[in-house]
């Protein structure tokens, strides 16, 4: 269910547009609802410095995009990319435990949003593919 809160965090756009100027890059695309998203991601000494993205998707997309974007910042890659891994498992666990640097997903990663789980983890695999 879209509230207040996701809308709010969707229209952040302080890390809209792209640069550029990265350490890696990469776009997908939903196969199953055709939201696409193109990131990069600014690295030094192995600490993610900065996301930059890029989307045509709904607000649950957009609102993942804009959280992952400041969540990330200064976490080193090894971290991203376990915590990421962990947030996709959402779907399988009952009793889930958010990932501390990324607690703040709840809004938007919970049993009223399963339906759109895959937009909301586009951005995550985004991520993903990038830093492989």
């Known amino acids: 269910m879209i509230t207040k809160d996701i809308i709010t965090i969707a229209s952040n756009t302080k890390n809209v547009g792209l640069t550029n100027k990265y350490s890696f890059k990469a776009s997908l695309k939903n196969s199953l609802c055709g939201d696409k998203i193109k990131l990069e991601l600014s690295a030094k000494n192995l600490k993610i410095n900065l996301m930059k993205y890029e989307t045509e998707s709904c607000v649950y997309c957009e609102a993942s995009a804009s959280l992952l974007a400041k969540k990330i910042k200064n976490l080193d890659i ?16 009952e009793k889930f435990i958010f990932p501390i640097n990324f607690k703040e997903f709840k809004i938007l990663i919970n049993k009223q949003n399963l339906k759109r789980i895959n937009c909301i983890n586009l951005p995550f695999d985004t991520v993903l593919k990038a830093l492989k």
């Open 78 to 93: 090894k971290t991203i990319i376990r915590d990421l891994n962990l947030l996709k498992n959402f779907i399988k666990a």
